[in-house]
């Protein structure tokens, strides 16, 4: 069984989802890649982290509302910064290109809250 923390990462291109695999899995992190945003009720307690593209949230006529719904801690990767809706989005925003250790960084961070917050 594995127990290193799962991560979905959800991009249309499959370099991309490569390269993120890569550098996650380097990380000791367990890596689940997508090319289609799955349904929020699919993710429910699989995930620890999502890598989301927002090129797949920008192809879907909910995808914003399906983003929202992502039931885990939530790293949005953009073109531009500010082009997610305000009111829509939570988690962490990634400008692309992804140079150095951001992503890792960031999902890394995103883990370690999730770590800490208080267990009902």
């Not at 249309?12 to 799955?38: M, T, W, Y």
């Not at 797949?56 to 073109?79: H, K, M, N, Y």
């Not at 890792?104 to 800490?116: E, I, K, S, T």
């Amino acid at each position: 069984m594995n127990s290193s923390p799962r991560i979905l990462v959800v991009a249309p291109d499959a370099e991309l989802r490569r390269s993120i695999d890569f550098a996650l899995e380097a990380e000791g992190l367990h890596v689940i890649l997508r090319a289609h945003l799955p349904p929020p009720a699919l993710l429910e307690g699989v995930y620890d982290c999502a890598v989301v593209d927002e090129s797949v949230v920008l192809s879907a006529s909910d995808g914003w509302a399906r983003l929202a719904a992502i039931p885990c801690a939530t790293v949005l990767l953009v073109d531009r910064i500010g082009s997610a809706p305000r009111g829509h989005f939570t988690g962490s925003i990634i400008r692309k290109p992804l140079l150095g250790r951001s992503l890792v960084d960031r999902v890394l961070a995103a883990l370690h809250a999730r770590d800490r917050e208080p267990t009902a």
